[in-house]
C-alpha cells in the first residue's frame, strides 16, 4: 500500500489538515514528505507542519533539513507563540526524548496553571 499522508486509521486525507505521515507505520517518508512540504506552503508554514516535517525528514535520513525546521520554529518562539507540540514532534522525530518531555513538562505546567486559576 502507497500512501503519502492518511489519518491515524489509515485513511488517505485530502487536505493537509489532520495529517500523520505514513511513514511511521510503512517506512515511506520519500512519499510522505512532498505531501508535508506541500501542506507546509498552503498552511502559511504551520509549526504544526513544521514538527511533524520534521520528524518525517529524521526518518528519511535528512537531519540538517530537520535541523533547519526546528531552527525555525525557535525563531518563531522568539517573536509569538508556537504552539508546544509543534517542539515536541521535532524533539522526538530527532531523538532527543528528554527534550520532547521537557516541553510535554512546560504544556502540563501551563494547563494546570490555566485551569487552576
Not at 520532547?100 to 501551563?110: G, Y
Request: charged share 20%.
Amino acid at each position: 500500500m502507497s500512501c503519502a499522508a492518511c489519518s491515524p486509521y489509515g485513511q488517505t486525507m485530502p487536505k493537509p489538515s489532520g495529517i500523520r505521515i505514513c511513514a511511521y507505520r510503512q517506512g515511506l517518508p520519500d512519499e510522505a514528505i512532498p505531501v508535508l512540504e506541500k501542506a507546509l506552503s498552503v498552511s502559511d508554514r504551520s509549526p504544526a507542519v513544521i514538527g511533524v516535517l520534521v520528524r518525517a525528514y529524521v526518518f528519511a535520513g535528512r537531519r540538517a533539513d530537520a535541523l533547519r525546521l526546528l531552527a525555525e520554529l525557535k525563531r518563531r518562539r522568539q517573536a509569538g507563540y508556537v504552539p508546544t507540540a509543534a517542539f515536541v514532534h521535532a524533539y522526538l522525530g530527532l531523538g532527543e526524548y528528554d527534550e520532547a518531555f521537557a516541553w510535554l513538562s512546560r504544556l502540563t505546567r501551563s494547563s494546570q496553571t490555566c485551569c487552576n486559576s
